[in-house]
């Protein structure tokens, strides 16, 4: 498929690599990534004993993966690493956005 052209910008057909259909990289826009490390319920009453030093149990498991989000939407899972002293997440799945929900 030819280069074709829309509002001014060039678009391109998908790579052998996987690259979006008319996407050259988008650079400059600000977008929400966050982890999810698990998910707890709790009542209004439980919540407001909630201090420093206590604890708060999630449902999953030390070695389950981690979810990732970008603005608001699951995208991904990973592990949880360390880097220099810091948490980060290493991706392990790319999650399809056609089949799956956030």
């Not at 999810?36 to 420093?52: F, I, N, P």
């Not at 999953?60 to 603005?71: D, I, Q, R, W």
């Amino acid at each position: 498929m030819a280069d074709e052209q829309r509002d001014g910008a060039a678009l391109t057909a998908p790579t052998a690599a996987g690259a979006p259909p008319y996407g050259a990289p988008v650079q400059g826009i600000a977008v929400t990534v966050s982890a999810e490390l698990g998910r707890a319920w709790a009542t209004l009453e439980e919540l407001l004993v909630v201090g420093e030093q206590s604890l708060i149990e999630l449902d999953k498991t030390v070695s389950a993966p981690v979810e990732l989000y970008v603005s608001g939407r699951r995208f991904a899972r990973g592990e949880v690493v360390t880097v220099n002293e810091r948490f980060g997440v290493r991706i392990t799945e790319i999650v399809n956005s056609e089949a799956g929900a956030p």
